[in-house]
């Protein structure tokens, strides 16, 4: 029995040992993650260092993105329009090429409305509209006056007279202002 009681104080022994050794590497760990939980001054400046170049690093990238995605958007941006465009300058060249046989001059200027209002309707189609100033009061806003003549009427005094050339909205937006005659 004796050999017994050697052997289990040789367990017992074995199981102390085993969980010294375990608490002393849980206290290590625990301490090397004390540590680890606190950087250094040096290693907070690294890492926020880091992080900065690459959000600066990000940011740029997505800048330059955007300018090339505008340049693009930029240079394709008349294209539908240019390309809605084509059938007109066709129906052009034909009434050119036909109109040099044609002795009916009514023919020629129905020709030439059909491809006047079908242009109309491709830049109407697209946010164009013309501006109605003629009897309207003088905006400065969206006329240019040319001429100031005597208003032939009260009525018209301070009013555009006449339309010199036309001015155009492009949705809403004045893309070229009307050049008129104001009466005084």
């Known amino acids: 029995m004796s050999e017994e009681n050697t052997q289990h104080s040789e367990d017992l022994e074995n199981e ?18 004390e540590t680890k939980a606190e950087p250094t001054p040096e290693e907070k400046y690294a890492e926020l ?19 090339k995605e505008k340049l693009e958007v ?21 009434a050119v090429a036909n109109n ?8 020629v200027k129905e020709g030439f409305n059909l ?15 013309a501006m109605e100033a003629k009897g309207n009061p003088f ?8 001429a100031n003549i005597p208003a032939p009427e009260d009525v018209l005094k301070g009013a555009v007279i006449d ?8 949705h809403d937006k004045v893309i070229r202002f009307a050049k008129v005659v104001v009466g005084q």
């Open 16 to 33: 102390v040992q085993e969980t010294n050794e375990t608490k002393d590497a849980s206290t290590t760990e625990t301490s090397n993650e």
């Open 49 to 67: 260092n880091d992080r900065f170049l690459r959000l600066y690093a990000e940011f740029d990238n997505f800048r330059r993105r955007s300018n």
């Open 74 to 94: 930029i240079s394709t941006a008349n294209a539908t329009l240019l390309k809605d465009l084509l059938p007109v300058l066709d129906d052009f060249e034909r």
């Open 100 to 107: 040099e046989n044609v002795e009916d001059i009514q023919i």
């Open 115 to 129: 491809i006047h209002h079908k242009l109309k309707s491709i830049l109407e189609s697209k946010g164009l509209k």
């Open 139 to 146: 905006d400065s806003e969206l006329h240019e006056a040319i």
């Open 163 to 170: 339309d010199v050339e036309k001015g155009y909205y492009l």
